[in-house]
């Protein structure tokens, strides 16, 4: 069992920078693939970044170039560096951990999930 929690959402202007982390419980968590998605009111959850168990990255096009994915083994922690941020970026934004080596990009191949943080991008 994973528990997950993410940190680091917030209020920010459109062009600006934000770091989300999610930090793991547990000691397996090399065991995990990790990801992050997003839910925006009245839309299905997205797909927004991965990584694999070896560092292996994979990002929506949506999110590619303005965002980057990363992960501290020694810590139990991922995280999210969003840059250049839009306000469709505009989401709560959720942690999730996949057993396995390969990352996925649907919601359902994840086993477990965050709360989630809210990020606000204003124009």
């Known amino acids: 069992q994973v528990q997950l929690v993410e940190s680091g959402g917030g209020l920010v202007q459109a062009g600006g920078s934000l770091r989300l982390s999610c930090a793991a419980s547990g000691r397996t968590f090399t065991s995990y693939a990790m990801g992050w998605f997003r839910q925006a009111p009245g839309k299905e959850r997205e797909f927004v970044a991965a990584i694999s168990r070896s560092g292996s990255t994979f990002y929506a096009d949506s999110v590619k170039g303005r965002f980057t994915i990363s992960r501290d083994n020694a810590k139990n922690t991922v995280s999210l560096q969003m840059n250049s941020l839009k306000p469709e970026d505009t989401a709560v934004y959720y942690c999730?951990?996949?057993?396995?080596?390969?990352?996925?990009?649907?919601?359902?191949?994840?086993?477990?999930w965050g709360q989630g943080t809210q990020v606000t991008v204003s124009s």
């Open positions: 999730a951990a996949r057993g396995g080596s390969s990352f996925g990009t649907h919601p359902r191949l994840y086993d477990y």
